[in-house]
């Protein structure tokens, strides 16, 4: 949410951190883990994972059914939010078109989505991609706590992009700073 405030004679442009971040580096590597991570688990799925699945018994195959389909949709939310940061980077949407459009991702709150206690049961490789699903949603959870364009305030709110930031972070923090 880019904007002007005026502070004395001069004219400052507020960048919003979300714009930035989506821009930088550290998303980039965020983006490719987890489409990497999507493409894995479609690959497994659809493959060894449909033979190991054949080989359990009752009630270890109702665990996988419940697993991969868990999988699946928690690495779909993932991407389509991975996919929505993108396209404001590139142009492609308004921060205002991303906040509805992610409106329809349900975000579990931090550590709202755990595996079920048979993980252990079931096999490795199906282990293995549901822990790195759950510590790629727990950073997206962390990382859209952070970028929330809904409760920022407006760049004209602001005295500076200083104010901004600091604005953000005792809301975040739940404080008043004096």
């Known amino acids: 949410m880019a904007g002007r405030s005026r502070s004395g004679d001069r004219d400052s442009v507020t960048v919003s951190f979300g714009a930035k971040f989506a821009r930088s580096d550290q998303f980039k590597t965020v983006f490719r883990e987890g489409m990497a991570l999507v493409e894995a688990a479609a690959t497994y799925l659809d493959g060894d994972g449909r033979k190991e699945a054949r080989k359990l018994r009752p009630p270890h195959s109702l665990a996988y059914a419940t697993e991969s389909m868990r999988l699946t949709t928690r690495l779909m939310q993932l991407a389509s939010w991975l996919l929505i940061r993108r396209a404001v980077s590139e142009g492609e949407l308004t921060p205002e078109q991303a906040v509805e459009e992610q409106r329809k991702i349900k975000l579990p ?5 755990q595996p079920g206690r048979d993980l252990g049961s079931l096999p490795p490789r199906l282990r293995d991609l549901v822990e790195q699903s759950v510590k790629l949603q727990e950073r997206v959870i962390r990382l859209d706590q952070m970028l929330d364009v809904r409760e920022l305030p407006s760049a004209g709110d ?21």
């Open 158 to 178: 602001a005295d500076s992009p200083l104010e901004t930031q600091l604005s953000r972070l005792r809301e975040a923090f739940g404080k008043r700073a004096e």
């Open 109 to 113: 709150i931090r550590g709202g989505d």
